[in-house]
């Protein structure tokens, strides 16, 4: 008895092994090698290349422009991403929460951007933005509103902006899935128990509905600024991070220098630098937030 | 309630006055559903403007953007098959997605099954160190990553990015799935283990199948985000050869950039299939997003 119950525990333990396998060798033991190569300065090819030089390479990246405005981009795109997704997710759950017909095909509809790949957006927008023959210039031309009519991805800071809108677009319907899900969630009951002690709209808004959204909204905010602060695919295909260096954000600049100008060991303490703005403000986000969640 | 019925009068004026407030909250709520479905369309436009596009020559999307195919021309689409190696990234895209599904749904699960089941501290400490991979981008070990998969004689081979979107998946998918084994009472396993079955057949005959839900959120939402990748594939695939339709459709955009009528026809290949899918499987899309955001 006792010896068939050891064999089952070992078969148990075989079960994790693959993972377990896979995991360490293509998360763990690349991103712990990441910390060693940050501190080397590897061209990633050839190995003679691939000498310690301490901090060099971190030094290189806090003293040079093009960090500073690549950070500065980053954290704008994820703050007014985090903000703006936020806001016009909520507003669509909230309204479509309450409509009286055709609430699934709407929120199918808000959900179809989500299905679609960053380069696509990216590229659907791109030609939209287009200045000669695009459909954003061409109806403010259409309602005479020719001053208005702009080049969305040829300059700053318009290119930044063009970026965000896209995501927004792209990626609310995300975001609504899970606040309507949330304020479906929230029994009817409260409603109307607050209803007929006199409360009004805002009030049973303000002190029913936010408290017990509270949890929805660690979640989307914190997703939501990892999103922001990873971006990619729509500015490889949208700017390739012009004009200039312009909309270069961090993610954007580690695949540059590593595989555009191949400075991998530069592009590493990039990603290093990265990983721990993310672990920071993550970290930081999902404590404040934690506090204020209510449990039902 | 019982006050307006003592008092006749009172009843029959709160009853007119409730009967105008309920108009008026009528309109509103009809005027909200109106507005809301004006918004969808908007969001969708873009979706619209593509595949119009695609079914236009170069000259037509060039004059009038907005205006209807005049005929239904497939004309991009035969040049997309015939002349580019678009079909060749088709296949690879469903061919990565595909297999790296299978083997992830064979990969995951079966680990999750054993860290919950076992509970001990051991299969603790390796929850945690799974749970631990959603904290890294995939951008902290993207360069190291090569260098592994050149010494592993896998680079530019197709098993390299299947390897990484298994080990990719596991920090997710073991948190999504020990959870909902929880859920499922024990009772069932131990009466099997009774008759002789061994730990692999419970497992994959009697527990798996009760994981259907868990399985086909995880299947679709791991799916569409390897369907829709972009930098990985096209880093590790080998160059000189059709990657995925995302790195086709962002390397057309340098390559032809006057064949925007080309990159429509390959926008709409990309768009289609998982809007066939999303049609067919919505709720599980919505129960996958929900579920993941709940335990994250």
Known sequence: MFKKGMKRENVLLLFILPAFVFYTLFVIAPAASSIWLGFTSWDGITSASMKFIGLDNYRNIFTSARFYSAAKNTL?????????????????????????????????????????????????????????????????????????????????????????????????????????????????????????????????????????????????????????????????????????????????????????????????????????????????????????EVQL | MTRTEANPTHAADAAASMAAARRKKNLLSWGLTLLIFVVALIFVSPIWFSLISALKTNGEIMRDPTAMPSSLYFGNFVTLWNKTRFPAAVLNSLFLTIVSEALIIFVVPMAAYAIERRGTRLTNVVYAY???????????????????????????????????????????????????????????????????????????????PLLTPCTASM?????????????????VLPSGRAKTINVEIYSFVGEMSSRWDIVFAGVICGIIPVLILFVALQKYFVKGITAGAAKG
């Not at chain 1, 990216?122 to 000669?132: A, E, K, R, V």
């Not at chain 1, 989307?220 to 700017?239: C, E, R």
């Not at chain 2, 799935?177 to 692999?200: L, M, V, W, Y």
């Open chain 1, 76 to 292: 704008i795109i994820a703050a007014s991403f985090t903000l703006l997704v936020n806001v016009v997710a909520l507003t669509l759950a909230i309204v479509v929460d309450n409509i009286r017909v055709g609430k699934n095909i709407v929120r199918s509809a808000f959900y179809i951007p989500v299905l679609i790949s960053g380069i696509i957006a990216g590229f659907i927008w791109t030609i939209m933005y287009n200045t000669s023959f695009g459909i954003i210039n061409g109806l403010l031309a259409s309602l005479h509103l020719e001053a208005l009519q702009q080049d969305f991805l040829g300059r700053m800071p318009n290119a930044l902006m063009s970026i965000i809108v896209v995501l927004i677009w792209q990626i609310s319907g995300y975001y609504m899935v899970i606040y309507l899900a949330a304020l479906q969630g929230i029994p009817q009951e409260l409603n109307e128990a607050a209803a007929i002690d006199g409360a009004s709209h805002w009030q049973r808004f303000r002190n029913i509905t936010v408290p017990l959204l509270a949890g929805a909204f660690t979640v989307n905010l914190t997703l939501a600024l990892i999103t922001g602060l990873k971006v990619f695919d729509q500015i490889a295909i949208m700017t390739d991070g012009g004009p200039g260096f312009a909309t270069e954000t961090i993610t954007y600049m580690v695949y540059k220098v590593g595989f555009g100008e191949m400075r991998q060991g530069l592009g590493t303490a990039l990603a290093m630098t990265l990983f721990v703005i993310i672990m920071i403000l993550g970290v930081a986000q999902t404590t404040i937030l934690r506090k204020r």
């Open chain 2, 219 to 235: 299947v679709i939402l791991n799916g569409l985000g390897i369907w829709n990748d972009f930098l990985m594939p096209m880093l």
């Open chain 2, 130 to 208: 799974f749970i631990a991979g959603m904290m890294i981008p995939f951008q902290a070990y993207m360069i190291p990553l090569f260098k592994e998969l050149k010494m592993f004689g896998i680079f530019g081979t197709y098993a390299g990015p299947i390897a990484i979107y298994i080990a990719g998946s596991v920090a997710f998918g073991t948190l999504l799935f020990t959870s909902f084994i929880k859920g499922i009472p024990r009772e069932i396993e131990e009466s099997a283990s009774i008759d002789g079955c061994n730990q692999f057949s419970i497992f994959w005959r009697i527990v798996f």
